[in-house]
């Protein structure tokens, strides 16, 4: 399994400098901080392949957290928490998705979780947080804020792809674990 993680990580680097990493030109990032180094990743979440990918990564990074349920911030959480949902069943370890609103509707419910049941809350689930790219960890950490505060257990973050610009400190002092598939690194030559 190791060996095919390590082709799949390969790969999925391959998908994501062709369809989602630019380099050279300086960009502003959602953080507010700029860099040379972008990463648009809804091409690769898109992609068939690239979505496969990210959710089977995903899957083996949280195997062994028994995790009921993931998701995270919308946008970029929705489709990977889809892809990792749909994988999932396939594998008999079923892991349904969920996602954060930034905004509460005006309207039917008006929650900020979407993604449950009428009548199903996140109360006593062990959950877990998913972003495509973190920078500061920002977007991730008001998701698992807004996640315990529906009375989950976050048991981990997941990330595609780590900025390595300081998120993991962030994280520890949110007393939230991260674990990225990819980071930086991957993608400097």
């Known amino acids: ?51 496969h990918l990210i959710a089977s990564l995903i899957l083996e990074a949280i195997d062994g957290l028994g995790a009921d349920l993931i998701g995270g911030l919308e946008m970029g959480a929705v489709p990977i928490a889809s892809a990792v949902a749909a ?41 877990v947080v998913v972003e495509d790219v973190t920078t500061t960890g920002g977007s991730a950490i008001k998701a698992a804020e807004q996640v315990r505060a529906e009375g989950a257990d976050v048991v ?14 962030a994280f520890t002092a949110a007393g939230l674990k991260l674990t990225p598939i990819l980071t930086l690194a991957d993608f400097k030559d």
Not at 12 to 24: P, T
Not at 157 to 168: H, N, P, Y
């Open 1 to 51: 399994m190791a060996e095919n993680a390590g082709n799949g990580r390969g790969r999925l680097i391959a998908i994501i400098k062709a369809r989602s990493f630019q380099s050279g030109k300086e960009i502003t990032l959602a953080s507010g901080r700029t860099s040379t180094y972008y990463f648009n990743m809804k091409p690769t979440m898109l992609d068939a392949e690239g979505s």
């Open 156 to 169: 981990g973050v997941v990330t595609v792809v780590d900025r390595q610009e300081g998120a993991e400190d």
């Open 87 to 127: 994988v999932s069943h396939a594998t008999g370890k079923p892991v349904n998705a969920f996602f954060v609103r930034k905004q509460a509707k005006e309207h039917g419910t008006k929650s900020l979780i979407e993604g449950l049941p009428m009548g199903e809350s996140l109360k006593g689930k062990k959950v």
